[in-house]
Nanobody
Framework: QVQLVESGGGKVQAGGSLRLSCAAS????????MGWYRQAPGKQRELVAT???????SYAGSVKGRFTISRDNAKNTVTLEMNSLKSEDTAVYYC????????WGQGTQVTVSS
């Protein structure tokens, strides 16, 4: 089993920045992929960014150039730096990990006011 605990998030004005962090514990040996998804009210959960343990990254088109995902494989942590935030980035952000099974954090709210 893998447990994911998020930190960061909160409220910010449009154009501002936030950082989300996620720490994995439990059976974390070489987690294949870690990353972030988000879910806005009334919408489906969508991929934001992921990073494999080999360093390959994937970003949603809407966040490319504004968000940066980084990962510390030794510490099993993943961080999402979010810059130039827009009101449409408002959502609950979920930490995600995959290694044979999919694991989710509890979610952290990000609210961007225009």
């Amino acid at each position: 089993q893998v447990q994911l605990v998020e930190s960061g998030g909160g409220k910010v004005q449009a154009g501002g920045s936030l950082r989300l962090s996620c720490a994995a514990s439990g059976s974390t040996f070489s987690l294949q992929t870690m990353g972030w998804y988000r879910q806005a009210p009334g919408k489906q959960r969508e991929l934001v960014a992921t990073r494999t343990n080999g360093g390959s990254t994937s970003y949603a088109g809407s966040v490319k150039g504004r968000f940066t995902i980084s990962r510390d494989n030794a510490k099993n942590t993943v961080t999402l730096e979010m810059n130039s935030l827009k009101s449409e980035d408002t959502a609950v952000y979920y930490c995600y990990a995959f290694h044979g099974s999919v694991y989710w954090g509890q979610g952290t709210q990000v609210t961007v006011s225009s």
